[in-house]
T-cell receptor, first 111, second 112 residues
């Protein structure tokens, strides 16, 4: 039982490049989330998916797109990376109003 | 803006002492959660308290919730060096099922 798995763990991009962050959970959770965490701050919600086939914007969605590929997988895409998107990205999953389970994070640097 | 705000931002104590962190929030909530984050790692859930509960315990952790003051506190008793981490509160508002909003956290350092 791996929980929430994110790939890659580290990535360096040049400004304007694109990439997709992958997230998979094996807990049969309905809801999945993408957060970003900037230094010294809490997590801010980028996008979430309440159930398979649905996605919705969070607090900071600009510059990102998501795909809920199936119940297990939720990917985050940066179409044209900017230095302001340098951050640590966390994926999480949960079922309803209970605790969330987090991946180990993807540390992204845009130069 | 963040729904939850932790206080203090940083806390340094000796092993064996108690650590208290506070969280304030702005809107009506369904529940409030506390998470721990070790440096460079993902968040780990500690405890969840629902809006109709006032206090919960889990091992050395004690969480209180005062909905009239829109605040919560996390008490870690008999702290250990291994408790050194950042602690975050997160709230689920009544109207946003499943979309937790996080505070900026309290960084706890426990000195051996």
């Amino acid at each position: 039982n791996a929980g929430v798995t994110q790939t890659p763990k580290f990535q360096v991009l040049k400004t304007g490049q694109s990439m997709t962050l992958q997230c998979a959970q094996d807990m049969n959770h309905n809801s999945m989330y993408w957060y970003r965490q900037d230094p010294g701050m809490g997590l801010r919600l980028i996008y979430y998916s309440a159930s398979e086939g649905t996605t919705d914007k969070g607090e900071v969605p600009n510059g990102y797109n998501v795909s809920r590929l199936n119940k297990r997988e939720f990917s985050l895409r940066l179409e044209s990376a900017a230095p302001s998107q340098t951050s640590v990205y966390f994926c999480a999953s949960r079922n309803g109003w209970v605790e969330a389970f987090f991946g180990q994070g993807t540390r992204l640097t845009v130069v | 803006s963040q729904q939850g705000e932790e206080d203090p931002q940083a806390l340094s104590i000796q092993e064996g002492e108690n650590a208290t962190m506070n969280c304030s929030y702005k809107t009506s909530i369904n529940n409030l959660q506390w998470y721990r984050q070790n440096s460079g790692r993902g968040l780990v859930h500690l405890i969840l308290i629902r809006s109709n509960e006032r206090e919960k315990h889990s091992g050395r952790l004690r969480v209180t919730l005062d909905t009239s003051k829109k605040s919560s506190s996390l008490l870690i008793t008999a702290s250990r060096a291994a408790d050194t981490a950042s602690y975050f509160c997160a709230t689920d508002a009544d109207t946003n099922a499943g979309k937790s909003t996080f505070g900026d956290g309290t960084t706890l350092t426990v000195k051996p």
